[in-house]
């Protein structure tokens, strides 16, 4: 046989004997890249029906986003006895962890997810991330989130104050979060969030106020509306982890404000102000490092091409709320120039506040 042909040879039977394609079709005649991805296609449908109401960005997208965070920052690199961070600790011991001061009004959406990730056989860490990934990419404007899947059930209780609060000092804050592995700036950048987020216990007389005028738009109007002269309290007065705030019925955070001023965080709050791309990217990595936290990312299968393709956001930049003047702007980087933003028309703008059910 010559060695051409046993050249021939081996090649076939190395074609032959090769590992089998990971793509499947799965439900709908989508396609996974990993046939281990095809049943979050199913947790998707069910989601997105029964859980975020077809689709949308509102409460329940909120409280999820919430708990992507509330269960992964329980995690200290100094400390492994703190907690195993996006474990799914906060859904299995929620009768614990849910009554950290912290964590208060997180157990409503933990007993309403609970059911979704015992029907579909998931872990409960991995449905926590996963929900999370997909409610925001409901949200206008919004990330599209990595997720990796493969989480155990394997997990212990995290420590009490694990979770960053709005009353603690921005040195405490980033203290905390530089323990778990986060720099200012990733801090910067997971806030946001809060461009979407709601409360319930910094003032619990205006239940569901937004943070921000905006409420369901994953953009960049909170970064200029925090740094806007507070003059008012939405609610009843004054609350601990509460500050003035420049927009009737809306609540702004103590840590906000005060991050957004701070000489560490404030030239990376500020360049988010007309760069929503800037924004989202960075929200997207600081993101992904979290929903992994306490993980080996090699250990877990990326699943992310079933999370949702977001809408894209209507504008790159902020505007000042109708009302507003670039001298309402308390700018705190030194070393750039706050841009000039143009102002929406029209009478002072407001935010309703929603009553106490």
């Known amino acids: 046989m010559s060695f051409k042909t046993i050249l021939v040879v081996v090649t076939l039977a190395v074609v032959a004997f090769a590992a089998p394609s990971k793509h499947a079709v799965c439900s709908q005649g989508r396609v996974a890249s990993n046939a281990a991805c095809c049943k979050w296609f199913d947790v998707l449908d069910d989601l997105q029906t029964n859980l975020f109401d ?3 960005c ?4 909120h409280e999820s986003l919430r708990l992507t965070f509330h269960d992964a920052i329980g995690f200290s690199r100094a400390n492994p006895k703190a907690g195993g961070g996006a474990d799914g600790s906060i859904m299995h011991f929620a009768e614990t962890e849910t009554n950290f001061h912290a964590n208060l009004g997180t157990d409503d959406i933990v007993e309403i997810q609970r059911p979704f990730a015992i029907k579909h056989g998931v872990s409960f860490g991995d449905f926590i991330q996963f929900a999370g ?3 925001v990419s409901n949200c206008g404007g919004g990330p599209r989130i990595q997720f990796l899947a493969g989480r155990s059930n394997t997990t212990f209780p995290a420590q009490d104050l694990t979770v960053p609060e709005p009353s603690d ?3 405490k804050i980033l203290s905390r979060m530089g323990d778990a592995g986060f720099s200012p700036n990733e ?4 806030l946001a969030s809060h461009s979407v987020a709601a409360q319930d216990h910094v003032d619990p007389t205006i239940h569901g106020s937004p943070f921000d005028s905006t409420f369901s738009t994953f953009d960049a109007q909170i970064f200029v509306e ?3 002269k507070g003059t008012l309290f939405p609610g009843n007065g004054s609350n601990p982890g509460e500050v003035m705030s420049p927009i009737p019925g809306e609540l702004r955070l103590e840590s906000d404000a005060a991050i957004a ?3 560490r965080t404030a030239c990376e709050w500020q360049s988010f102000v007309d760069n929503h791309s800037l924004m989202v990217s960075r929200f997207e990595a600081a993101m992904a490092k979290m929903a992994i936290l306490g993980h080996n990312a090699r250990d877990l299968i990326d699943c992310s091409e079933v999370i949702p393709v977001p809408s894209k956001a209507k504008s790159n930049s902020a505007v000042l709320p109708a009302g507003k003047t670039m001298a309402d702007i308390e700018g705190s980087c030194r070393n750039a120039r706050f841009p000039t933003l143009s102002t929406i028309p029209g009478p002072a703008t407001s935010v309703a506040p929603v009553p106490p059910s």
């Open 261 to 263: 001023r701070d000489p």
């Open 169 to 171: 000092s921005v040195t």
């Open 54 to 56: 077809g689709g949308e």
């Open 133 to 135: 990934a997909v409610g």
């Open 226 to 228: 925090v740094l806007l």
């Open 187 to 190: 801090v910067v950048a997971l």
């Open 58 to 61: 509102g409460e329940e997208v």
